[in-house]
Nanobody
Framework: QVHLVESGGGLVQPGGSLRLSCAASGDSSRIIAMGWYRQAPGKQRELVAM???????DISDSVKGRFSISKDNAKVAVHLQMNSLKPEDTAVYYC????????WGQGTQVTVSS
């Protein structure tokens, strides 16, 4: 069983920055990829960014150039640096991890508003 805990969400003005973090605990040794999805009200959950065990990254076109993803070498964790935030980035952001199965965090709210 893998447990994911997100942190770093909050309220930010347009153009601002936030850094989300997600730490995995439990039986996390076989995790091969971690990343972030987001879901806005009334919309489908969508991939934001993903990074593999081998440091390959996948960034969605909608955030490319503004967001970056990195992994923590000291622990099973990932970070999402979000810059130049826009109101359309407002969503619940969910941490995601996979080994042979998928795991989800409970989500953290990101609100971009003036």
């Amino acid at each position: 069983q893998v447990h994911l805990v997100e942190s770093g969400g909050g309220l930010v003005q347009p153009g601002g920055s936030l850094r989300l973090s997600c730490a995995a605990s439990g039986d996390s040794s076989r995790i091969i990829a971690m990343g972030w999805y987001r879901q806005a009200p009334g919309k489908q959950r969508e991939l934001v960014a993903m990074i593999s065990k081998f440091a390959n990254t996948d960034i969605s076109d909608s955030v490319k150039g503004r967001f970056s993803i990195s992994k923590d070498n000291a622990k099973v964790a990932v970070h999402l640096q979000m810059n130049s935030l826009k109101p359309e980035d407002t969503a619940v952001y969910y941490c995601h991890a996979r080994d042979s199965k998928e795991y989800w965090g409970q989500g953290t709210q990101v609100t971009v508003s003036s």
